[in-house]
Every structure is written in C-alpha cells, then in structure tokens.
C-alpha cells in the first residue's frame, strides 16, 4: 500500500498503535485471534482449537467432557510411535529398574531358596525333593525370571544398560508401547532359552529385555535417520561377550533380540491409520509364538 507523501503515519493520518486490535489467546497472550470457543467463549488460537460439531472449542472445555468435540487425547502431543508425551518420559524405566534391585536385595536377603522359586527352569527336582519348573506348570517363571539377578555385577551391568538405552527408547516410543516392547522382548528370550537350554539349568537376568531395546533402537534410530554405528557397537560387544563368556544364556538373548527387531519395526513404521490394531497386534503375535515355543518344550520334557 503507497503512504501518502509527507504523512509519515500512514494512511488518513492515523496512528497504527491507535487501530482496534484482535482479543488475544488466553492461554497465549502472545498470539491475536478472532476465534472464540463455542462454550466458554474464550479468545483460542489455532493450537488450542479443538473441532466440534459446531464452530470450535478449547482445551478445558473439551476435558470438561462436552461430548461434542474430540477427546482430550486427541490435542495432546504425541511420540513417533503415536505414545502420548509424558510429564517424565523416563518413569517406567525407573520404575522397571526399582522392581529388578527390589528382587535383587530379597534374593540377597533369602538367598538360593528363593531363586530356586522364581528363576527359569525347564525341569528339575529342587534340593528339597519335589519337582520344579516350567514343565510343571510354573509359567510364571518366564516372567519373573526378568526381574532376578543373584550377582552384584549383573545387576549392575543390566540396570546400567537398561537406564542408557531404555530411558531414551520409552521417550520416543511412549510408556505403554515401551512396556510392551519390553515385556514381549523379555518373554520371548525366556521362551527361547526354555526351549534350547538345558532343562536342569537356572536361568536369571533382564537380558534379554535389554537385547530387545537394544534392537528396537536400533531400528528407531533406522527410521530417524540418525548414526547406527554407537548402537551398533553395543550390540556386537555384547553379543561377543554372549558367545565368548561360559554361563551367559545366549537364547534368552538371541530371542529377545529378535523380538525387539520385529516389535520396534511395528511401533515405529506402522502406518498412522491403522498404527495401534499393527502395533499391538505384532505383540500379540509374538507372544502368540512365545506360547507355541512354550507348549512344544513342555509336550518334550512330559
């Protein structure tokens, strides 16, 4: 617009400053608008409108449950894999690591006893004379053998590893995706090590969780386009140290390695559509495997 010669104030003489102006956001006063919520009435600026079947409305009316705009999930901000960002993105790891020093100090305080109860075993007779193990019906031991260390280094080790590489990974993924990543990864390196171990053998440790985050790193980091080569010299350290070592279960994790490949592929490539059915749906066919590998081994060791 051409400015009148010699009116250095613009048009007809007026004052910018002077000109009416728009309301502004209430929950950013920074940002004019000239959109109010269809129930409060508040000024809303773009971010903070929330589509209703009439007009649009804002943040606090959508979680008072107005019943006609969109859920309040659906504003919140979410992870690559679709998770909703929490207020402390690493939570479940500290939680995750809390519940494997926990049983370690019980192990340390009740000793082989309890290990005898709660580590995976195939199929063997206890000290006390009865008859333990998976093939006995005690499935749980798939599970809570994720939680048991016996060793002050293995832990150590474990949670060191779980803190470096699944802290990050339960941020980028959310928790819930990040539990299930965790918990099919580490059941799937129980299946494995049950199904090819000896049957008489204890095995113990977050290993092959940990394998599994390992892997779903890796693959995230496929996705972000980011430089495989620090995971990628983790994974071939630790693998060497799986082979190379005596007394390191590598099924439990070789299978929890492959479980993690296969369900962070899922959590962070599935198209946004149908992102949740693929999501859970790849966990649920993996431990539909874990079940299958379980029931073979039991029908041997019967």
Same mark, same amino acid.
């Given at each position: 617009?051409?400015?009148?010669?010699?009116?250095?104030?613009?048009?007809?003489?007026?004052?910018?400053?002077?000109?009416?102006? %728009?309301?502004?956001?209430?929950?950013?006063?920074?940002?004019? /608008? !000239?959109?109010?919520c269809? $129930?409060?009435? $508040?000024?809303?600026?773009?971010e903070?409108?929330?589509?209703?079947?009439?007009?649009?409305?804002?943040?606090?009316?959508?979680?008072?449950?107005?019943?006609t705009?969109?859920?309040?999930?659906a504003?919140?901000?979410?992870?690559?894999?679709?998770? /909703?960002?929490?207020?402390?993105?690493? #939570? #479940?790891?500290?939680?995750?690591?809390?519940?494997?020093?926990?049983?370690?100090?019980l192990?340390q305080?009740?000793?082989?006893? %309890?290990v005898?109860?709660?580590?995976? *075993?195939?199929?063997?007779?206890?000290?006390?004379g009865?008859?333990? !193990?998976?093939?006995?019906?005690?499935?749980? $031991?798939? %599970?809570t053998?994720?939680?048991?260390h016996?060793?002050? =280094?293995?832990?150590?080790f474990?949670?060191?590893? *779980?803190?470096?590489?699944? =802290?990050?990974?339960?941020?980028? *993924?959310?928790r %819930?995706?990040? *539990?299930?990543?965790?918990?099919?990864?580490?059941l799937?390196?129980? =299946?494995?090590a049950?199904?090819?171990?000896?049957?008489?053998v204890?095995?113990?440790?977050?290993?092959g969780?940990?394998?599994?985050?390992?892997?779903?790193?890796?693959v995230?980091?496929? $996705?972000?386009? #980011?430089?495989?080569?620090?995971?990628?010299?983790?994974l071939?350290?630790?693998?060497v140290?799986?082979?190379?070592?005596?007394?390191?279960?590598?099924?439990?994790?070789?299978?929890?390695?492959?479980?993690?490949?296969? /369900?962070?592929?899922?959590?962070?490539?599935?198209?946004?559509?149908?992102?949740?059915?693929?999501q859970?749906?790849?966990?649920?066919a993996v431990?539909?495997v874990?079940?299958v590998?379980t029931?073979?081994? /039991?029908?041997?060791?019967?």
């Amino acid at each position: 617009m051409e400015q009148v010669p010699g009116d250095p104030q613009g048009p007809a003489g007026r004052d910018p400053s002077s000109a009416p102006s %728009l309301p502004r956001c209430y929950r950013h006063p920074d940002r004019e /608008t !000239g959109i109010r919520c269809v $129930r409060c009435e $508040r000024p809303i600026c773009p971010e903070c409108m929330v589509s209703a079947s009439v007009g649009f409305q804002c943040p606090e009316c959508v979680r008072q449950g107005s019943g006609t705009g969109h859920a309040p999930e659906a504003n919140r901000p979410r992870t690559i894999a679709g998770g /909703t960002v929490a207020a402390d993105p690493r #939570l #479940l790891t500290k939680i995750l690591i809390g519940i494997n020093i926990a049983v370690f100090i019980l192990v340390q305080v009740r000793g082989q006893a %309890l290990v005898d109860q709660i580590a995976l *075993l195939g199929q063997a007779q206890l000290p006390s004379g009865s008859v333990a !193990g998976v093939a006995q019906g005690e499935w749980y $031991r798939l %599970l809570t053998s994720m939680f048991t260390h016996q060793a002050v =280094a293995h832990i150590a080790f474990n949670m060191l590893s *779980l803190w470096w590489v699944g =802290a990050p990974l339960e941020a980028a *993924l959310g928790r %819930l995706r990040y *539990l299930s990543l965790y918990l099919v990864s580490g059941l799937a390196g129980s =299946a494995l090590a049950y199904l090819l171990a000896a049957q008489n053998v204890e095995t113990v440790g977050a290993s092959g969780a940990i394998f599994g985050l390992f892997g779903a790193t890796a693959v995230l980091m496929h $996705r972000l386009r #980011l430089d495989l080569r620090p995971v990628i010299a983790m994974l071939v350290i630790n693998l060497v140290i799986t082979f190379a070592w005596a007394g390191i279960s590598w099924q439990a994790h070789i299978g929890g390695l492959v479980a993690g490949v296969v /369900t962070g592929y899922a959590m962070v490539h599935a198209p946004r559509r149908h992102r949740t059915l693929i999501q859970y749906g790849t966990c649920a066919a993996v431990l539909l495997v874990v079940v299958v590998l379980t029931l073979i081994r /039991t029908a041997q060791l019967s």
